[in-house]
């Protein structure tokens, strides 16, 4: 346990150096008096394990290592401080770049610009999120190589596990599922996915995965 925690104390602060030196820095903008013409983004790649599910770390396909903050500021900003609990995607925050800074969204983008969000948090937007993760040898029980697909929704996050052959860059046979309900276990500690009662849901929820990013969009 002594371990465990000073693990934990040498993250939490580094979580509070790093928001010193963002203070830091929004006060030389506002120095230079360029705070107020500066579109700030502040993300992080993708979150961290402090020994949750046996594990430290990132690397693996539950949303502990896939959720990150996301926190936006812009110039002329309608709504400042507003929150939203629509689901957005790394992969958005370029075209939303784009769009704030008043430049044309390439049409090779394969996000979504989540700037209508910060003037009105409740827009209906896109009904689910996307990540891939590779379960590498060194890290499989079994040691083979593994590429898990995952799907989340408002309610249910929903992850299929395949073959993967890392010389071709494609994917094998099914494996297995994961399933989890959101809202009654928020942590991710009971698998559902072999439950009788998810029968009429993981067909639907495999079906929105395999039909991919594009149909989920808004």
């Known amino acids: 346990m002594d371990t465990v925690r000073t693990l934990r104390q040498g993250y939490?602060?580094?979580?509070?150096?790093?928001d010193a030196l963002l203070?830091?820095?929004?006060?030389?903008?506002k120095e230079l008096n360029i705070y107020d013409n500066t579109i700030i983004v502040l993300f992080g790649d993708h979150g961290w394990k402090l020994g949750?599910?046996?594990?430290?770390g990132k690397m693996t396909n539950y949303n502990i290592d896939l959720k990150v903050p996301l926190i936006v500021s812009y110039p002329g900003q309608k709504n400042p401080g507003a929150k939203t609990d629509a689901m957005v995607e790394l992969v958005d925050i370029f075209p939303s770049l784009c769009e704030l800074a008043g430049i044309d969204i390439p049409n090779y983008s394969q996000g979504k610009s989540f700037a209508p969000l910060t003037e009105n948090p409740q827009?209906?937007?896109?009904?689910?999120?996307?990540?891939?993760?590779h379960r590498r040898p060194k890290v499989s029980a079994d040691g083979?190589?593994?590429?898990?697909?995952s799907l989340n929704t408002k309610k249910y996050h929903y992850i299929e596990w395949y073959g993967w052959d890392p010389n071709t860059g494609t994917r094998g046979e099914y494996k297995n599922a994961e399933l989890y309900d959101k809202e009654k276990d928020p942590f991710e500690t009971l698998n559902l996915a072999d439950m009788d009662n998810m029968n009429t849901i993981i067909p639907e929820l495999s079906k929105q995965l395999e039909d991919g990013w594009q149909k989920a969009l808004p």
């Open 12 to 18: 939490y602060a580094s979580v509070t150096y790093v």
């Open 23 to 29: 203070g830091d820095l929004f006060s030389h903008l």
């Open 52 to 56: 949750d599910h046996n594990s430290w």
């Open 123 to 133: 827009l209906p937007w896109k009904t689910a999120a996307f990540s891939q993760f």
């Open 144 to 149: 083979n190589r593994y590429m898990g697909y």
